[in-house]
T-cell receptor, first 114, second 111 residues
């Protein structure tokens, strides 16, 4: 299994540009989520999904859109990038329907907005 | 989900046990305590979890107080590779609840 994969690894955008961060998992996990991590800070939840067709907001959803059309993929869209969105973005997945559920994280996408 | 409180940073001598505390005084009866760690800028990695009994695996031990309001992660023989940020989080099982992280504890293992 490849686990959780994220592309691209690095990205530089100009203010106002849009882009999509890709996240895919091959573990048939229903739950997927996106976090951002600013320098020296903890992880903050942006959006999450408990299954295909179901998404919900996390702690810091403004400026980001998500959709979940398949179990495997959970892309994160930046509609109009701002310097405040410069961060490292992590995608994670886990099982549902079990009493204990550990998250598996991808390697991250390092985004710089100029 | 219950909030957690952790010290910002800790030091530990190499070869000694590292004891990382976590307070979760508002934990509910069906919420589990999970520990993850993040080495440098990598994605966080699961370490251990528990409900009310103490737990041990190949990486660490988890001690949960009887009232479940606090816990301690123990790395029995810390190595330089254990230098990382350690996150204590609390959430219900079942897999449908959002999972939020705090700022964690930065553990520095000193040679």
């Amino acid at each position: 299994n490849a686990g959780v994969t994220q592309t691209p690894k690095f990205q530089v955008l100009k203010t106002g540009q849009s882009m999509t961060l890709q996240c895919a998992q091959d573990m048939n996990h229903e739950y997927m989520s996106w976090y951002r991590q600013d320098p020296g800070m903890g992880l903050r939840l942006i959006h999450y999904s408990v299954g295909a067709g179901i998404t919900d907001q996390g702690e810091v959803p403004n400026g980001y859109n998500v959709s979940r059309s398949t179990t495997e993929d959970f892309p994160l869209r930046l509609l109009s990038a701002a310097p405040s969105q410069t961060s490292v973005y992590f995608c994670a997945s886990k099982r549902t329907g079990v009493s204990t559920d550990t998250q598996y994280f991808g390697p991250g996408t390092r985004l710089t907005v100029l | 989900d219950a909030k957690t409180t952790q010290p910002t940073s800790m030091d530990c001598a190499e070869g000694r046990a590292a004891n990382l505390p976590c307070n979760h005084s508002t934990i509910s009866g069906n919420e589990y305590v999970y520990w993850y760690r993040q080495i440098h800028s990598q994605g966080p990695q699961y370490i251990i979890h528990g409900l009310k009994n103490n737990e041990t695996n190949e990486m660490a031990s988890l001690i949960i107080t009887e009232d479940r309001k606090s816990s301690t992660l123990i790395l029995p023989h810390a190595t330089l590779r254990d230098t990382a940020v350690y996150y204590c989080i609390v959430h219900r099982g079942g897999g449908y609840q959002k999972v939020t992280f705090g700022t964690g504890t930065k553990l520095q293992v000193i040679p």
